[in-house]
Nanobody, 118 residues
Framework: QVQLVESGGGSVQPGGSLRLSCATS????????MGWYRQAPGKQRELVAT???????NYANSVKGRFTISRDDAKNTVSLQMNSLKPEDTAVYYC????????????WGQGTLVTVSL
């Protein structure tokens, strides 16, 4: 089993920055992928950014150039640096992890709220 705990959410003005962190209960190298998703009111949960065990990264087009996903092997954490935030970035952000032992398993954190407004 994998436990994921998000932190770093809060309120910020447009153009501001926030850094989210996801702490895992296992080594991130036991996970084949990790990522950040978000869900705004009235919308489906959508991919924000993912990072594979190989280090390969992909971003949603809406955040490309503004957000950066990274990992800290020593701390077993994955972070999301969010710059130039826009009101449309307002959402609950969820950490996601995929683990493969005898089969693939997917895990989710409880989410952290990001609000971008004046």
């Amino acid at each position: 089993q994998v436990q994921l705990v998000e932190s770093g959410g809060g309120s910020v003005q447009p153009g501001g920055s926030l850094r989210l962190s996801c702490a895992t209960s296992v080594s991130i190298f036991n996970l084949i992928a990790m990522g950040w998703y978000r869900q705004a009111p009235g919308k489906q949960r959508e991919l924000v950014a993912t990072i594979l065990r190989s280090g390969s990264i992909n971003y949603a087009n809406s955040v490309k150039g503004r957000f950066t996903i990274s990992r800290d092997d020593a701390k077993n954490t994955v972070s999301l640096q969010m710059n130039s935030l826009k009101p449309e970035d307002t959402a609950v952000y969820y950490c996601n992890a995929v683990k493969r032992d005898y089969r693939e398993l997917e895990f989710w954190g409880q989410g952290t709220l990001v609000t971008v407004s004046l």
